[in-house]
């Protein structure tokens, strides 16, 4: 269906994205059964008694898990990811035969219709690689960017299954030996040069080092984009990553306008966290932040109290006695304010749900609408269109609808 097709109330919300396991060149808004269109899952044997193991490039390699009863993990490869990648997905058969429309490409204009604009990629890219001192590499500005540029699309080379329990530690980085050698050689090199940082089989620590977590068919996995996982780590950073669970693209954002020379940085932990719980979980990523926020007590600390101030005017939200449109509209006022502060323009998003949910409850369905779409557009941006909390918004708003007309 071409977007001029949908209804008016559709168009504005509804972007399903398209299955996974879908290979239906009609587009997304077809009425479709899962069943039908999934392959059948594909592992070492069925590949060889079918001799098909479509789309993927190799014939699977598997192994089996300690137990008797539990699934095997298998190594798939596909060389040519979006045309520019390889990608070796360690997961189920049952997950990746849910995920081949991951491989598959989507319809761009399927595509640009559900993001709201076009995908549009800084080029030649605005950046440098450059070795800094005490971080490692670093990503390093090379022109002004300006905020919401996109400066990079990146697919992962490595996808793996999260949950290690049930298979040998041996045997997965056999198939982890596996997954890099079945890559073609410009991304297997590409990957080898990463940071690595504690210890053990190479590949294993590069992925423990660089990894993002990503879904496939909503099934946790580690995610392993080369150049994007260059990018170190701030407390307020001055990037964002964007992530489709459809394509497993991941695009690196401008946060805010950036001069030549800066940085490019992300924050490997959520936005709103106090410095020491940012802190801690940075040490479980093996290394102590030194970025500009971390290395002023001063600063740090009168960023606590504007974050601490944000998670009780939150509190205060549930509060059934400021439950009125006034006692709301203060405390949205504030937290917005802080959040200006504080640079975290990236969970406003989750704020105006949490605000529209408030307004729904109290009954007032004018001020929910209004905050459900601002989160919606919010969530749009930040997250990215086919995210679960976007995803979420957009149930939201289509429940008000229903409401509405009921
Ligand atoms: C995902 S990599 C980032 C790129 C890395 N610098 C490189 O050379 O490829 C993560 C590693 O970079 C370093 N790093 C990232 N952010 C840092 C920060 N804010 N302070 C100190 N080291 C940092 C740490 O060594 C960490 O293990």
Redesign the pocket.
Known sequence: AQPSEVPAWLREYDFDPPLQCSSNAAGPLDPRDAEVMCPLPVDDETAFERRSWRPWTFPPVCITPEEEAGPKLCVYTYQKLRGDTGISILTTPETAAAGVGIVEDSDPKWVDWARGSPLVVADPPPYEFKELE?????VIANRTIRSGEVVMLRHPVIVRHMDPRPWKQQDSMKLLHRAAVQLPPKDGLKMME??H?KGGYVIDDIIN??AFGVLINDVDHSGLYVDV??????CKPNMFSRFSSTTLGMEVVAYRDIEPGEELTFSYTPLNLMSEQRQSLIRE???????SLCASTHESAASDRRRGRIQDLLGELDRPEIRNHAAVEKRVSEILDLCEKEAMAAQVGDFYTIVAEVYSSMGDMNSARKYGELALKELKHFAGYDHDRTRSATMFLKGLDKKART
Do not use: E, K
Not at 229 to 234: E, F, P, Q, T
Not at 285 to 291: A, E, H, K, L, P
């Open positions: 005490g971080r490692g590499v670093g990463l940071a940082s080092t660089n996982s260059r990018l170190n780590h701030a990523w093996g290394f102590n932040c030194t970025c």
